[in-house]
């Protein structure tokens, strides 16, 4: 399976202001290779909390194009995700580590926990056994530093905007616990461009 982390931030990779507001910290452009990127992968994984704050469709949306929808996946701990969501319909899977109980038409499943999160390894697992051999994740912080501590992502796309949120901001990665440099994660730039006033940095797992 294809891991891809997406990142959209700020110039200092903040994802959002102090009071969690996000949208839009990239441009036109850049979002719509966003939807691009979204219609090239089998599915695609947020937390809970981007549920909560952002309320995502997470679907494709190409212009003058049909797309073949992802499987939109949700790591809930505590089954959070409200019954009004966007995304609680059907092809969603919302994965938890609490008793699972019903979220509007979306199928929910209780996987291993790993101090009180849903599991990486179990993560795949389900992931695999829905069909997905490529997922893209969106966010926010916590789900991108748990994927990256497990060493399983294998690409970077980054959407940089030109503007500075500073320390107040919301990383797009938390913490990764390193105790030294030389375990931190690698990865090799493979491409960049501009896409409006915004910056497209591709990266590769060394």
Known sequence: MRITLKLATSLDGRIATASGESQWITGEAARLEGHRLRAAHDAILVGVETVLQDDPELTARLPGRSVDQPLRVVLDSRLRTPQTAK??????????????RSVGAAEVKRVEADEGR??????????????????LIEG????????????????LEWFRAPILL???????????????????????RLG?????????????RL
């Open 166 to 188: 500073g320390g107040d901001g919301r990383p797009c990665v938390a913490s990764l616990a390193l105790a030294k440099l030389s375990d931190a994660p690698k990865f090799r």
């Open 192 to 204: 960049v461009e501009p896409v409006g006033d915004d910056l497209w940095e591709r990266y590769g």
């Open 118 to 135: 849903p599991a990486i390894p179990a993560v795949l697992k389900a992931l695999k056994a829905a069909g997905a051999k490529s997922v």
């Open 87 to 100: 995304l609680a319909g059907e092809n969603t899977l919302i994965l938890t580590v609490a008793d699972p």
């Open 140 to 155: 926010g912080g916590q789900v991108a530093a748990s994927f990256l501590r497990a060493g399983v992502v294998d690409a």
